[in-house]
């Protein structure tokens, strides 16, 4: 699949995370955002489980019950870049396997995202990308989204 062809769909399981995964979880999590301390991806972990209405965290797993994928979600009330609805739903993340990728499991998880995020009266889906990581954008077009802005954070230090 690098030359740009799908490869061939696999059956997957997308469920609701529960305490049990929660070490599956932060495998997953970790090779998302490895930068991010242990100790805080349990901290934001608890919170997800212990907020289930503002919150939504789901598992891919495969046919043999291993977890191939998540994706995470919130309900966001502040303002949402290109968003003019409120509440908005934001997927916060998304990562897949390597071998589970370009086979519907990422396509999947987001699906399952927008069917949450229905029911929880919204009617916009946001997410975001680093400016540099272009396979996320092409990601992100694959399912619909649309580009609404590109934004450059600054920081100062104070003393």
């Given amino acids: 699949a690098e030359d740009g062809r799908r ?21 997953l999590r970790a090779r998302l955002w490895p930068l991010t301390p242990i100790d805080e991806h349990r901290r934001e972990i608890a919170q997800q489980l212990a907020q289930p209405e503002r919150y939504c965290a789901l598992l891919a797993c495969s046919e043999a019950g291993g977890a191939v994928g998540f994706a995470e979600a919130s309900l966001r009330a502040d303002h949402v870049n290109g968003c003019d609805t409120s509440p908005v739903a934001f997927l916060e993340g998304i990562y897949c396997e390597p071998g589970s990728r370009r086979r519907g499991v990422a ?4 699906a399952a995202v927008e069917r949450w995020a229905v029911a929880h009266g919204c009617r916009e889906l946001a997410s975001d990308a680093q400016v540099e990581h272009a396979a996320s954008h092409d990601f992100h077009r694959a399912i619909g989204f649309a580009e609404t802005e590109r934004v450059v954070f600054f920081r100062k230090e104070l003393k």
């Fill in 107 to 110: 396509r999947g998880l987001v």
């Fill in 7 to 27: 490869a061939a769909r696999v059956t997957v399981r997308i469920r609701a995370v529960t305490a049990a995964d929660a070490e599956a979880w932060l495998a």
